[in-house]
């Protein structure tokens, strides 16, 4: 995988950064007087106008708790969070003190030196109160450089009272969800799910399903294009083809929301992160109308990815101890619980399981078996490089421009590319 600059002379640019240039030019703290002080800038990539303001506001907290440091709280949408991350980390300037990390980018932001490791830190309690699987994404080469926030997978989010009127119930296997589209647009005349098709990520559950993935890491070996692959392929564009799904090219998530929310849809694969988004829609006015099922099982197994999200501290932060502290607080017990019940995100840590907030919200009591028997990505430095290649050949199957076999042959070709003496 190509970088900016060599390990070696990154970590010397950090080292440096850590004493010189800092993040984003905000004066350090410490607490050689028992207190913490100074400025946390926190990137957070989580969505606009439902997540940010628990998030902004739980960040508030700290701030109560710790009144001499300030918390620079900066809203970056999550499409732009990586690579922003990447360049302001390169260039030694701009980057936070700690950034909301998606799961496939924290061992790429590792490898390329730009966290703060956090093993015996402040940031990093009660570890084995975490869940395996959440835990499994923060760490690389033996070091723990993120603590795990949220963990999520994926499901079908459906019309209850659209599924009512078709007398339908939801489909365990891709075979059902063209059977209850089908009387769902003949009793209703509506349109059975809302397949987004500018985002892969929406891809591999279906690739799950038919036995397949993107890579084995453990042999270092690309399977995307094997056979599994290419019938994965084939069973997103059958159900575009048969009208069974509508779908797009640009503007998915906009576009996906606004069907399902309005009822020109009846169905939707999403993940609990949708869950606040999704309850604004006119359709959902009594939340009660919102069911959610598990992703439909392709020929081989019912699969849904691993996904999540992490919080990970800058290597050249001027302020570690009260970003440490930072990460503590945002990923503790009550401040999860809090996710749990306003915003129904999955905890990371066992013991949220057991709050009220967790308890009463039928979301994250559905969603924490899913995420159970989820499937984890593999954790490499180049995981979150392999969706570009994967999104441009998805779109194109989607909307006729290339078949299954040339689209996973062509995905196969990008990742042997990235994956330098991978099979």
């Known amino acids: 995988m190509r970088r900016g600059i060599t390990a070696t002379a990154l970590v010397a640019t950090l080292a440096l950064a850590a004493t010189a240039c800092g993040s984003d030019d905000e004066t350090g703290g410490s607490k050689s007087s028992g207190e913490l002080s100074g400025t946390v800038t926190w990137w957070d990539t989580s969505n606009v106008g439902s997540e940010d303001k628990v998030f902004k506001k739980i960040a508030e907290g700290f701030e109560k708790k710790h009144p001499k440091v ?13 690579n922003k991350f990447k360049n302001a980390a390169q260039a030694g300037s701009g980057a936070p003190d700690v950034i909301r990390s998606e799961v496939a980018w924290t061992p790429e932001f590792a490898d390329l030196g730009y966290l703060a490791p956090l093993d015996g830190t402040a940031a990093l309690k009660d570890q084995d109160d975490f869940l395996k699987q959440a835990a499994a994404s923060t760490k690389y080469k033996g070091k723990t450089y993120a603590v795990p926030q949220v963990i999520d997978s994926m499901g079908i989010f459906y019309n209850k009272k659209m599924f009512a009127d078709a007398g339908v119930e939801p489909p365990a296997k891709i075979a059902d969800l063209k059977t209850v589209a089908k009387k769902i647009k003949d009793k209703t ?8 098709g500018d985002d892969s990520y929406y891809f591999l559950s279906f690739l799950y399903g038919e036995g397949g993935d993107l890579v084995d890491a453990g042999s ?12 994965a392929f084939g069973v997103v564009k059958d159900l575009v083809d048969s009208g069974a799904a509508k779908t797009d090219a640009t503007d998915g998530w906009e576009n996906m929301m606004s069907a399902f929310k309005n009822g020109d849809v009846a169905m939707m694969i999403n993940g609990p992160w949708a869950v606040a988004d999704t309850l604004t829609g006119e359709e959902f006015t009594d939340k009660a109308n919102l069911g959610i099922s598990t ?8 699969g849904a990815p691993q996904g999540g999200h992490n919080l990970a501290v800058y290597a050249g932060s001027k302020n570690l101890d009260a970003s440490y502290a930072f990460v503590d607080y945002m990923t503790s017990v009550e401040s999860q619980a809090q996710t749990a019940g306003e915003l129904n995100l999955l905890p990371t840590r066992t013991s949220a399981y057991s709050k009220k ?5 039928e979301i994250v009591q559905f969603f924490k078996p899913v995420v ?3 499937v984890e990505r593999p954790w490499i430095p180049e995981t979150g490089s392999l969706f570009a290649p994967l999104n441009v050949e998805y779109t194109k199957v989607l909307t006729g421009q290339t078949t299954p076999e040339k689209a996973a042959k062509a995905t196969g070709d990008s990742y042997r590319k990235l994956l330098k003496g991978w099979k």
């Open 357 to 361: 907030e967790a308890v009463d919200s």
């Open 189 to 196: 005349g509506k349109t059975g799910l809302y397949l987004r």
């Open 220 to 231: 270092k070996t690309v399977t995307v294009d094997n056979a599994e692959g290419v019938k």
């Open 372 to 374: 159970e028997s989820s």
């Open 295 to 302: 992703v439909p099982a392709g020929s081989a197994a019912q």
């Open 70 to 82: 300030d918390v620079k709280y900066v809203s970056v949408p999550f499409g732009e969070a990586q």
